[in-house]
């Protein structure tokens, strides 16, 4: 028990100096630092060069002039035939057959003349069930040759041809009617359409 605490101190003491003389070894030593390594330095050197400057010429491109635009298609105007008994798509118009053309010194009169006249599309409820019909319409040419307020008149079987009718009847287009040399309305214009299968 009484060699421990005298066996401690001495070793301490011994620690203690060998740090002591490592430190003071540690400072002694005198070392040469080496030059630091220089970086390489970029010199840049400006040339100057006598040149001159090309002046490139530029040609305008040439335009050529477009081709002249084909002339306007000729519109197909379905021209039906005012006798009675016949027509195109069995159009039966009620119209003066003669379209009486009487030359006086205030112009010429004549009657309407159909222009363009757009046959109706058959039902399909119809043509499912075979159905064929007609229908009789009246309605007012205007001066310009518009249709104004077509009515059904009558139609067989029904009704179930009206509405295509109708609708077909409002695209025609006429020539108006002349009477002393100006543009008149014609009303009362009676028309049957008759819808028929393909056979």
């Known amino acids: 028990m009484n060699l421990r605490f005298p066996i401690a101190t001495a070793a301490a003491v011994c620690v203690t100096f060998f740090l002591f003389w490592a430190m003071q070894a540690l400072v002694s030593v005198q070392g040469q630092l080496s030059d630091a390594v220089r970086s390489p330095s970029v010199d840049f050197i400006r040339l100057k060069r006598d040149t001159t400057p090309e002046t490139k010429k530029r040609e305008k491109p040439k335009r050529e002039k477009p081709e002249q635009p084909p002339p306007p298609p000729d519109i197909s105007m379905s021209k ?9 798509g069995g159009i039966v118009p009620d119209i003066d057959p003669t379209g009486a053309l009487d030359v006086t010194g205030a112009g010429a009169d004549r009657d309407v003349v159909p222009l363009v006249r757009i046959e109706p599309d ?7 069930r075979g159905i064929e019909g007609w229908v009789l319409l009246e309605f007012t040419i205007t001066k310009v040759g518009t249709i104004k307020d ?18 077909a009847v409002r695209k025609w287009k006429y020539n108006p009617s002349i009477k002393n040399g100006a543009a008149v ?6 028309v049957r359409l008759d819808f028929e299968m393909d056979r």
């Open 185 to 190: 309305a014609r009303s009362g214009v009676r």
């Open 150 to 167: 077509p009515k059904v008149l009558s139609s067989h079987p029904g009704t179930i041809f009206d509405r295509s009718a109708l609708n």
């Open 80 to 88: 039906a035939s005012l006798n009675p008994g016949e027509g195109v």
């Open 122 to 128: 058959y039902p399909m409820r119809a043509r499912q």
